[in-house]
Structure formats: C-alpha cells, structure tokens
C-alpha cells in the first residue's frame, strides 16, 4: 500500500483537502460545477437544506438536500488549471484515504454536471439556449501532462480536427474526451449538442480582438466550419475538455452544459444572461433528480 506524501497530498489542519477545504464527509456523490462563486448559492438555494458551507479562495462549496437526495455544488473559478485542481481533489476526497495517505482497494464514482457559460459557433445556435457537449476538445494542453491516449471515434474527430485546422504542436496539441454516456443521454430535450472547445484564455485564443493582433485571426472560420459525420463544433469555453478527460480517466461520470451567452458568428450577446443561467439551472435540476446514482 502506497502512501502518498504531505507534499503531493496537502490536507489541512481540520482534516480537509487543501483548496477546496473539504472534508471527506462533507461531499455529496452527485456534484454540480459552476465557474462563478456567485453562482452556488444561486444553485444551493433550490436545496431543501444545505448542511455544508465552505470557502476557500475562489472554491465555494455548498452540499445539502433536495427531497431525501445529497448534492453539492461547487464553484471552480475559470479556467483548465482550476479544473485541474477541482477534479484531483474531488477524487482524492472518495477514493483516497486521508488516514493512511493510500489508494482505497474500493473506488467510488461520482456523477460531475457543469453548469456554465459559453459562445455559440454556430449561427443556428442562439443566445441564451442550451447545449450539452458530446465532447470535449481542449486547445489549452493540460491533458498532454496526462497519461490519456485517445481510441476510437475520438482519435478519428481528432485527427479531422487537426487537419481541418491546421493547429499544430508550435501552437496548440489539442486532446479530446467524450461525456458520459450515461448521462447524456437524459439530456437531449431542449438542447442543442455538439463539440466544445476548451481553450487557455477569453480574448486571444477564442478570436477576440482588442489592441492585440492575433497570430490566427480566422481562428473562429476554422472552428466553426469544421464537421466530421455526424459531429460539428458547437461551442467554446475554457473547462469542458479538463472535466471530460481528467473525470474519464479517474473513472467518473461527467457531463458539460452551457448556457449560450455570446454568438460569435452572428456577433450577439444575451441581454439577461443572468436569467438564462437561472433558466438552465431549473431545467438540469429537474432532469438530474430522475438520474438513478
């Protein structure tokens, strides 16, 4: 039995993982992840109670009740790097014991739902609607640090991908990882679906053009026109792809929603994203409740 050291495995005074502050006990099997601190307490308060509340730098947590069924939501900030951290802790918290600093014999699966914000790549998709991402196809390159090989279905989008785009390693050495199966497939009435690139930054790499100039400024054509059988791009944001390959690879179950707040082709933005937020938030809720654990 390996025991993992004080350095690579940082648990706090009262016994609690390091960033999210998070004991053990205090998280629930079914997780909610949002990118906004603010947006917890807009989730926890669809809560019957909630139990747990903790902080941690931009690590918001709330765990509690809906009906006889335990939840948390957690806030993750922006970004592949927090996502890095968020999915090794959650992990470490069921299937590692913080006694020993070992490996339990017994790994348990956790059921991982984003909820978040997202650009449109296609014209069809409007502001302020809903798409589940059958894939994430990451740009951002924290899954290259990972044993993580693609098979199948993926290496082949990958490959299309990276031909169609022409994003080679001096700029990019983009890796890909599907949703859970299993979730997905409760979540088709009302959304949208397609690939979602996961990208290292908000202006530059998603196209936006301020003062900078940009090594790609048809970065968004070539996105948004790529297509391979059955699957397209559908969106951008900055975490999907980090959930999918790092909860596949430790055995999870993962699924990304996005609201729709900018359309990058038609060059819209929401006028109350707040309330499509909230919109989506009440819709995945009540779906979420019928998913068996």
């Known amino acids: 039995m390996q025991r993992i050291e004080e350095s690579e495995l940082i648990i706090n005074s009262r016994g609690a993982i390091y960033h999210l502050d998070l004991r053990p006990d205090e998280l629930a099997h079914k997780i909610f992840l949002v990118g906004d601190p603010g947006r917890v307490p807009v989730v926890s308060k669809y809560f019957d109670r909630i139990e747990i509340k903790q902080q941690h730098r931009e690590f918001i947590s709330h765990t509690g009740y809906i009906g006889s069924e335990r939840f948390s939501v957690i806030s993750t900030g922006i970004g592949t790097d927090n996502i890095d951290i968020v999915m090794n802790e959650l992990d470490a918290l069921v299937n590692i014991d913080f006694t020993t600093r070992s490996i339990k014999p017994k790994l348990t699966r956790l059921q991982i739902i984003r909820l978040g914000t997202s650009g449109s790549l296609q014209k069809e998709i409007p502001v302020d609607s809903f798409v589940v991402s059958t894939h994430g196809l990451g740009i951002d390159n924290l899954l290259n640090f990972y044993r993580m090989e693609p098979g199948g279905a993926e290496l082949e989008i990958l490959q299309a991908f990276t031909t169609h785009t022409q994003l080679h390693q001096q700029f990019a050495n983009p890796a890909i990882a599907s949703a859970s199966g299993f979730l997905l497939k409760y979540f088709t009435e009302g959304f949208h679906s397609g690939i979602t690139i996961t990208c290292p930054g908000f202006y530059g790499p998603q196209g936006r053009i301020l003062r900078l100039g940009l090594k790609h400024p048809d970065l968004i054509e070539r996105l948004s026109s790529f297509n391979f059988g059955p699957y397209r791009i ?57 998913i068996p654990y």
Not at 248 to 267: D, E, F, T, Y
């Open 234 to 290: 559908s969106n951008f944001e900055m975490e999907t792809s980090a959930i999918y390959g790092l909860g596949s690879m430790l055995g999870h179950q993962c699924l990304s929603l996005n609201v729709i707040v900018a359309n990058r082709i038609s060059k819209t933005f929401s006028t109350n994203s707040f309330l499509a937020v909230e919109h989506l938030i009440e819709k995945s809720l009540q779906v979420v409740r019928s």
